[in-house]
């Protein structure tokens, strides 16, 4: 059974630049979450995806959207980066709307210059 | 607005002995409550879990212990060895909303030897 997996591992972007995040979850898993950890923070709710539509959002602005696709993997945009995006992004997937187990994928570590 | 804290940024224990760790939360609202391990380069992995209808769960050397009255959660771990040197985070759900966690700021424990 594959894992989540996430990609690129590492990135790093200047102000005002887009960027995307890719996560594919695990097999048999049809709901995937995306979180942003702060340096010195606990992970923080962006967004969540379940069968290709968006199933609640977090406290973040307009300019992070993001996608999932038939297979279930999905995808984070940032636009017009700040300073502050900078941080570990966390994706993790899980069965079903109820479902509180979430799998958590290793993360990809943005830096915004 | 942090509605999961864990109060103690670190914490150091001798291997074989106690570790707990704390965390308190502030949203009644919250119905079920998880603990996860997160080493470096790895996302956070799944430790213990427990819903708001019971006051202890445990598994292994591992239980988590509920204080509704206080908002309040613990995990001991007895007794303690060095790979369980981790960054722990605690996390809460709420019952309406999203199927998304909310994390606290994590506790490093460091076992040793």
């Known amino acids: ?113 | 607005d942090q509605q999961v804290k864990q109060n103690s940024p670190s914490l150091s224990v001798q291997e074989g002995r106690i570790s707990i760790l704390n965390c308190d939360y502030t949203n009644s609202m919250f119905d079920y409550f998880l603990w996860y391990k997160k080493y470096p380069a790895e996302g956070p992995t799944f430790l213990i879990s427990i819903s708001s209808i019971k006051d202890k769960n445990e598994d292994g050397r591992f239980t988590v212990f509920l204080n509704k009255s206080a908002k309040h959660l613990s995990l001991h771990i007895v007794p303690s060895q060095p790979g369980d040197s981790a960054v722990y985070f605690c996390a809460a759900r709420a019952v309406t909303g999203a199927n998304n966690l909310f994390f606290g700021t994590g506790t490093r424990l460091t076992v040793i030897p």
């Not at chain 1, 894992?3 to 790093?12: D, F, N």
């Not at chain 1, 979450?33 to 379940?50: E, H, V």
């Not at chain 1, 539509?53 to 993997?73: A, C, I, K, W």
């Not at chain 1, 636009?79 to 079903?96: F, I, R, W």
């Open chain 1, 1 to 113: 059974e594959t894992g989540v997996t996430q990609s690129p591992t590492h990135l790093i972007k200047t102000r005002g630049q887009q960027v995307t995040l890719r996560c594919s979850s695990q097999s048999g898993h049809n709901t995937v979450s995306w979180y942003q950890q702060a340096l010195g923070q606990g992970p923080q709710f962006i967004f969540q995806y379940y069968r290709e539509e968006e199933n609640g959002r977090g406290n973040f602005p307009p300019r992070f959207s993001g996608l999932q696709f038939p297979n279930y993997s999905s995808e984070l945009n940032v636009n017009a980066l700040e300073l502050d995006d900078s941080a570990l992004y966390l994706c993790a997937s899980s069965t079903g709307q109820g479902n509180n187990e979430q799998f958590f994928g290793p993360g990809t570590r943005l830096t915004v210059l």
